[in-house]
């Protein structure tokens, strides 16, 4: 799979996680590949709570955690992309995500960041691959049939 660069593409804690997880396999290839597509056309889009899932996860979860130097780096780095910081409202709106399409919080607070900040895609191997949530469709990468 490739990113598309005319579509601005959310990228879901797990993603940012195989890149660096060596021992992730092809996973972690084709997730390295999608960083550097989102890096080259500038079209990546993250949330605050997905880049502190992405630290916690890589420096207490994989097999070869980072240290935190290494992550924090790393989380300076993605910063750059395009961030959303949820608010309150965006709270109350992935509170009624979640009831809606019967969706963990996380999961629905990601999503809202998702559409907050206008990306038709939303690159996850947790939701349903092809669901649409509004305007915003999950994409499954590491899917077989993508």
């Known amino acids: 799979m490739s990113v598309d660069p005319q579509v601005d593409c959310f990228l ?16 972690h290839t084709l997730a390295v590949q999608l960083m550097e597509s989102c890096w080259e056309y500038e079209n990546g889009c993250l949330s605050l709570q997905v880049l502190q899932e992405f630290f ?8 070869k955690p980072l240290d935190h130097q290494t992550a924090r780096q790393i989380v300076a780095d993605l910063a750059h992309w ?17 009831q809606s399409y019967q969706l963990a919080f996380w999961d629905a607070l990601v999503v809202q960041s998702a559409s907050c900040l206008g990306c038709k895609q939303l690159l996850s191997e947790d939701l349903n691959h092809g669901q649409m949530y509004g305007e915003v469709r999950v994409v499954n990468p590491f899917k077989e049939d993508n």
Not at 12 to 26: E, F, H, W
Not at 56 to 63: A, E, G, H, Q
């Open 82 to 98: 395009r961030l959303h910081a949820p608010k309150s409202s965006d709270l109350l709106q992935a509170i009624d995500l979640q």
């Open 12 to 27: 879901d804690t797990n993603i940012l996680v195989y890149a660096y997880d060596r021992s992730a396999g092809q996973k």
């Open 56 to 63: 916690v996860t890589v420096t207490r979860k994989i097999m």
